[in-house]
C-alpha cells in the first residue's frame, strides 16, 4: 500500500457497484473519510460521458459531485478544475464499415449483438439480451440496423460493443488483432462483451493525462477494478486493486485483490482496513 493517497479511482459496474444499483454503505463511509482527508475522488468507466454519467453521484445520493470523470475506457476525461474536457477523435465511418464487413460472416452466423457508442451514435445489430437490458436502464432505445452496414456506419463513433458468447469473443479478438493490431485494439469488459476503439486510449491514460493537468504524482493514486478494461488503470496508479469478483487476468496484474466482493462492498472494506484504520482515521 502506497503511503499516501492523493488521488482514488475507481471502475463502476461490478467495482463499486451492479449495474444499477446503489452504493454499499462501506463504499460510501469510504467516500466520506476520503473527503474529509482531501483525497480526490474520480470514477472510471467505459461508460459514454453524458449527463447520466454525470448524475451518478446524485444517483447514489451523494451530495456531492465526483473530482473527475475518466469515460469511453480513457477516450475522455473532465474534471471540476477546468472548464473544458478532453476528448479522443471519432472512429471515422469508413473504419467502422472495414471493421464490420470483415466480421460480418461471424456477426451474421452467430448473431452477435453490436452496437456503437459516442456522437451521438445509437446504432445497432441483433438487439436481444444485453442491449435490451441496457436500453432499460438507460431509459433510451438503440436504433435497429441489422444488416444494414450503411446506415449502421453513417455516424462516426467512438467504440463498437460485440456482445456474443465467450468462444465467439474470442474469433472477433483474434481476427481483430490479425488484421488490425496497428491500428485498433479489443478490450474486454465482462465475459462475452468486446469493446474494439483506436490504440493508445485506455483508462491508465485517462488517469495519467488528468494528474498531469492539475500537477499531481500519478503514483500517489489509488484504483480499483475488476475487468480487462480496467488493467491499465491498475497498472498506471500507485497501488493497483482488483475486486474479488474480478477476472483472473485482472488479478494477476494487480497489486493486491481484495478480501470481499464488489456486492459487499469490497472497495470501502478494502480501504478502511488496510488505509484508514492504519492512518488512525477511525
Known sequence: MIENIKVFAADI??????????????????????????ILLGLATGREMNQRLFNQAKEWNLDYQFDFLIGMNGGQVWDRFHEDRWEMELMKQEAMMEILTYLKPVIDQYEVSVNAEGGGNNYAMNIKNELIQSMIRRGFRFDDCTGDLETFCSKPCFKMLFRTTADVEMIIRKMVAEKFADRFQCIGTFPGTVEVMEKGIDKGSGLKRFCDRNGLDIKESIAFGDNENDNSLLIASGWGVCLKNGSDGTKAIADDITELECLEGGVGQYLIDHYFKPKGWM
Do not use: Q
Request: aromatic share 4%; hydrophobic share 40%; charged share 30%.
Open 13 to 38: 459496474d461490478m467495482t463499486l457497484s451492479a449495474k444499477g444499483d446503489p452504493l454499499s454503505e462501506a463504499n460510501v463511509e469510504a467516500f466520506r473519510i476520503m473527503r474529509e482527508h482531501g
